[in-house]
Antibody, heavy 119, light 107 residues
Framework: QVRLVQSGAEAKKPGSSVKVSCKAS????????ISWVRQAPGQGLDWLGH????????NYAQKFQGRVTITTDDSTGTAFMELSSLRTEDTAVYYC????????????WGQGTTVFVSS | DIQMTQSPSTLSASVGDRVTITCRAS??????LAWYQQKPGKAPKLLVY???TLQSGVPSRFSGSGSETEFTLSISTLQPDDFAVYYC?????????FGLGTKVETK
């Protein structure tokens, strides 16, 4: 089973951007799709969007539309999530997670990346 | 957006109890529902997908059922390792949405 390793914690200023990476062990995701989910301190789970690499399809949650961009680098087996125009309420743990197939979601998760936004 | 409503929000139980968590969708999602377990400081873990299919490696005391708008996650005999927060999630329609979670705590 693929293992996902995310980049380290980030501290950002309001208005700036953050780019979080998610690397698949073995250099390839071998997954149907890659999602990004966040969890604010003490809160539940919030889906930001996903990419289906085989079809080049991206879907983003409307609430993040225009601020979030999900990409992949197939040569290194790495996915990226960039969130712009950061606000203090974007402080959260950001997870990447995969779907092994269109029915099997979300079966593998990264360890999470803490993004802290403060002036 | 499809709203996912879990109940109860907190459940107090003892080791050996049978536990049932309910998840209701604001519109039909067929069987496009997953259940996750999350422990403090850890990523969620997939337990059940497609409403009733147990993920590989998940103990058989966990089971999922339901379709359309009503779903349940059951734990037949609660074990010490099962005290955690459980989330349901629909992946029928975008944006994918989660319930607010059910915390299973020690009675």
């Amino acid at each position: 089973q693929v293992r996902l390793v995310q980049s380290g914690a980030e501290a950002k200023k309001p208005g700036s951007s953050v780019k979080v990476s998610c690397k698949a062990s073995g250099g390839s995701f071998n997954s149907y799709s890659i999602s990004w989910v966040r969890q604010a301190p003490g809160q539940g789970l919030d889906w930001l969007g996903h990419i289906i690499p085989a079809f080049g399809i991206r879907n983003y949650a409307q609430k993040f539309q225009g601020r979030v961009t999900i990409t992949t680098d197939d040569s290194t087996g790495t996915a990226f999530m960039e969130l712009s125009s950061l606000r203090t309420e974007d402080t959260a743990v950001y997870y990447c997670a995969t779907c092994r197939g269109p029915e099997v979601c979300l079966d593998v998760w990264g360890q999470g990346t803490t993004v802290f936004v403060s002036s | 957006d499809i709203q996912m409503t879990q109940s109860p929000s907190t459940l107090s139980a003892s080791v050996g109890d049978r536990v049932t968590i309910t998840c209701r969708a604001s519109q039909s999602i067929s069987s496009w529902l997953a259940w996750y377990q999350q422990k403090p400081g850890k990523a969620p873990k997939l337990l059940v997908y497609k409403a009733s299919t147990l993920q590989s490696g998940v103990p058989s005391r966990f089971s999922g059922s339901g379709s359309e708008t009503e779903f349940t996650l059951s734990i037949s005999t609660l074990q010490p390792d099962d005290f955690a927060v459980y989330y349901c999630q629909q992946y029928s329609d975008y944006p994918w949405t989660f319930g607010l979670g059910t915390k299973v705590e020690t009675k």
